[in-house]
């Protein structure tokens, strides 16, 4: 990732999020509606919590069978997943409360999901966030492994040609990468940016509490199991494993079809840094609803297959999203902007495959 400074045009469709902004505020006002979480949410939150957690006690029953346990680490993995997309994401982006101090103790919930907080809100918020599909400045499109190529201006390798089909793979290692190495490299690059010293810590402090939380994570998830537990060590081994790949698989398969699909534009630059585009508008070019309609699904994935609601508005609550969406959609058709939705998430799913697919090609064709 470069250094260049990237700003966005304000030439190019600046008037639509001034005029969303307004009717979006309009719509919490006039209904007398906190953005912010409701009794909803923080019931959600609980339940989540207890799927996830709730196996992880009956891991230390020494009476059941070895499919039992194997289960109990299949049901963590959606557990975990799903604390992730619905629970920290909210409080990292200051969406689950006015009052600071609550979403950074709702957002210490990611001590149990085996990463760094102040990483994911550098990566998440201040990158993905602000350049999305921009290459080399949204680290979402700049995989740690070069086996993945999701950006038609990266660098291809003729291995590429096969990853719609191995993709699924290295998206299941994904929260394992992260928990053994992905926080230590980002904190490195981050040090380099200064982006760490913007978060009012120290590098020393930050790589301390990494290495710290770590080693809590292991030993709760790894050592208490393997050495307390009712299966045999290498039975809750291969349970972690499994609870890490399912986690993985399930997140990469809710973010991926939202921006690595045909229709996205991964806007350029040009030679003074500017991309033209209007930032609000760069989010309607590069971000992909889907499945709107799917109630239990939208509920279980954070409200995060409103991605576009989200990229426009990550400051309120996913629980509003479904309500602000045909405000957005309205919007976006009278400025003559995209407004993506999949119909459904299988749909989506297919779309991101044949954008892997594409992006094998040396030089793939963009919509």
Same mark, same amino acid.
């Given at each position: 990732?470069?250094?260049? &400074?990237?700003?966005?045009?304000?030439?190019?469709?600046?008037?639509?999020?001034?005029?969303?902004?307004?009717?979006?505020?309009?719509?919490?006002? #006039?209904?007398?509606?906190?953005?912010?979480?409701?009794?909803?949410?923080?019931?959600k939150t609980f339940a989540l919590l207890a799927l996830f957690l709730t196996p992880y006690g009956f891991l230390f029953n020494q009476n059941l069978p070895t499919w039992a346990y194997v289960g109990l680490w299949f049901v963590m993995g959606f557990g975990m997943a799903g604390v992730g997309l619905s629970v920290m994401h909210d409080a990292n982006h200051g969406a689950? +409360?006015?009052?600071?101090?609550?979403?950074?103790?709702?957002?210490?919930?990611?001590?149990?999901?085996?990463?760094?907080?102040?990483? *994911?809100?550098?990566?998440?918020?201040?990158?993905?966030?602000?350049?999305?599909?921009?290459?080399?400045?949204?680290?979402?499109?700049?995989?740690?492994?070069?086996?993945?190529?999701? +950006?038609?201006?990266?660098?291809?390798?003729?291995?590429?040609?096969?990853?719609?089909?191995?993709?699924?793979?290295?998206?299941?290692?994904?929260?394992?990468? *992260?928990?053994?190495?992905?926080?230590?490299?980002?904190?490195?690059?981050?040090?380099?940016?200064?982006?760490?010293?913007?978060?009012?810590? +120290?590098?020393?402090?930050?790589?301390?509490?990494?290495?710290?939380?770590?080693?809590?994570? $292991?030993?709760?998830?790894?050592?208490?199991?393997?050495?307390?537990?009712? $299966?045999? *060590?290498?039975?809750?081994?291969?349970?972690?494993?499994?609870?890490?790949?399912?986690?993985?698989?399930?997140?990469?398969?809710?973010?991926?079809?939202?921006?690595?699909?045909?229709? +996205?534009?991964?806007?350029?630059?040009?030679?003074?840094?500017?991309?033209?585009?209007? *930032?609000?508008?760069?989010?309607?070019?590069?971000?992909?609803?889907?499945?709107?309609?799917?109630?239990?699904?939208?509920?279980?994935?954070?409200?995060?297959?409103?991605?576009?609601?989200?990229?426009?508005?990550?400051?309120?609550?996913?629980?509003?999203?479904?309500?602000?969406?045909?405000?957005?959609?309205?919007?976006?058709?009278?400025?003559?902007?995209?407004?993506?939705?999949?119909?459904?998430?299988?749909?989506?799913?297919? #779309?991101? &495959?044949?954008?892997?697919?594409?992006?094998?090609?040396?030089?793939?064709?963009?919509?």
């Open positions: 990732m470069n250094n260049t &400074t990237i700003q966005f045009s304000k030439e190019h469709n600046s008037e639509f999020y001034k005029t969303l902004k307004s009717r979006v505020n309009s719509y919490f006002k #006039d209904n007398n509606i906190s953005k912010q979480a409701n009794a909803a949410m923080v019931f689950y +409360s006015k009052k600071e101090w609550i979403n950074t103790l709702v957002s210490n919930v990611m001590i149990i999901l085996g990463g760094s907080a102040r990483n *994911w809100r550098i990566q998440h918020n201040v990158l993905h966030h602000t350049y999305t599909n921009v290459t080399d400045h949204d680290e979402d499109i700049d995989p740690p492994v070069f086996m993945l190529r999701f +950006s038609p201006h990266s660098k291809h390798y003729a291995i590429h040609k096969f990853q719609h089909l191995y993709a699924w793979f290295f998206y299941g290692m994904m929260t394992l990468f *992260w928990f053994l190495t992905k926080d230590y490299q980002q904190a490195f690059r981050y040090k380099k940016k200064n982006l760490i010293a913007a978060q009012g810590v +120290s590098f020393t402090q930050h790589m301390m509490g990494i290495i710290f939380f770590k080693v809590l994570y $292991a030993f709760l998830f790894l050592f208490l199991p393997i050495y307390f537990g009712g $299966a045999s *060590w290498l039975v809750n081994a291969l349970g972690f494993l499994l609870m890490q790949f399912i986690c993985g698989l399930i997140l990469a398969m809710i973010f991926q079809p939202a921006h690595v699909v045909p229709t +996205s534009t991964y806007p350029i630059p040009n030679d003074s840094g500017v991309v033209e585009a209007d *930032w609000a508008v760069n989010q309607l070019y590069n971000t992909a609803n889907f499945a709107p309609k799917a109630k239990l699904f939208s509920w279980y994935v954070g409200g995060l297959n409103y991605q576009v609601e989200h990229h426009l508005f990550p400051s309120i609550c996913h629980i509003h999203y479904n309500k602000i969406a045909q405000i957005v959609e309205q919007t976006a058709r009278e400025y003559n902007l995209p407004y993506h939705s999949y119909k459904t998430f299988v749909s989506a799913l297919a #779309d991101h &495959t044949r954008m892997l697919k594409n992006l094998g090609k040396q030089n793939p064709s963009l919509a």
